[in-house]
């Protein structure tokens, strides 16, 4: 498997990442990132029952569209992404999930996951989870909050938008909703001091460690354009973004 460090905070590039990432690549990959301030909706879901849209554009905050399902996520320094691809015709993407509860429990944290993946502590949110499914390739990714300002998660994700009763041209019918749950952040659980780019450093150490065959791999300028087009033509157009 190849590990990635990306330090880039774009999120439109980072997505764009990943689909190339699973389009492009043959080995096994692990890949740590982090986004600026922004929203990462599924993509079957409606933005404006999702996000509170005069909030996030007071405060430039960016909406971006996945090419997995599930529900809405706020990104921001304090929370870390880390997303899983590999060959496998027969899934199973509770192992991934087991591997981050591993990983937590290096650091103290014995946290929970329940049916759908998403991971507790004390009954507060530290992660949600999505799939994708490409041939014979699987991609599962997941947020880890660690030290994210949570009032603004709170308020980003606070819908303002009702939509009229009876109304046949919407796709809210078709939309997939957000399950909420009350957040908390690692941080806060912790016996000890830890900065999130310290506890960066344990993640990716803790997934190259894993097998002996894993290694090291950093975007070279061929794989930076051609992330760089498929963000311009995807992921940066609003065409992507504010589908409906």
């Known amino acids: 498997m190849i590990c990635i460090d990306n330090p880039r905070m774009d999120a439109y590039f980072n997505l764009a990442a990943e689909e190339y990432l699973l389009t492009r690549f043959s080995s096994d990959i692990f890949m740590l990132w982090q986004n600026e301030p922004s929203v990462i909706v599924g993509k079957h879901q409606d933005i404006r029952s999702e996000v509170?849209?005069?909030f996030i554009q007071e405060n430039k905050i960016k909406v971006v569209r996945r090419f997995s399902g599930g529900g809405t996520v706020y990104h921001d320094s304090g929370n870390i992404n880390l997303t899983f691809i590999e060959s496998n015709r027969r899934p199973e993407f509770d192992k991934f999930t087991k591997q981050i509860l591993e990983l937590?429990?290096?650091?103290?944290?014995?946290?929970?996951?329940?049916?759908?993946?998403?991971?507790?502590?004390?009954?507060?949110?530290?992660?949600?989870?999505a799939q994708y499914i490409r041939k014979d390739?699987?991609?599962?990714?997941?947020?880890?909050?660690?030290?994210?300002?949570?009032?603004?998660?709170?308020?980003?994700?606070?819908?303002?938008?009702?939509?009229?009763?009876?109304?046949?041209?919407?796709?809210?019918?078709?939309?997939?909703?957000s399950v909420k749950s009350p957040v908390t952040n690692i941080s806060e659980?912790?016996?000890?001091?830890?900065?999130?780019?310290?506890?960066?450093?344990?993640?990716?150490?803790?997934?190259?460690?894993?097998?002996?065959?894993?290694?090291?791999y950093e975007f070279n300028k061929e794989d930076i354009a051609a992330i760089t087009k498929l963000k311009q033509e995807k992921y940066a157009t609003t065409v992507w973004n504010c589908q409906t």
Not at 189 to 216: A, C, G, M, R, T
């Open 137 to 177: 390739k699987v991609l599962y990714h997941a947020t880890l909050l660690f030290s994210s300002n949570l009032t603004i998660l709170k308020s980003t994700l606070d819908s303002q938008y009702r939509y009229p009763k009876n109304n046949p041209e919407t796709r809210l019918w078709r939309s997939v909703k």
């Open 104 to 129: 937590l429990s290096t650091i103290g944290i014995h946290a929970q996951a329940d049916e759908r993946r998403a991971i507790y502590i004390e009954g507060f949110k530290i992660s949600g989870s």
């Open 52 to 54: 509170n849209l005069d």
């Open 189 to 216: 659980h912790l016996s000890y001091p830890l900065q999130i780019k310290e506890f960066k450093k344990i993640v990716i150490n803790y997934f190259i460690n894993s097998s002996k065959d894993n290694s090291l």
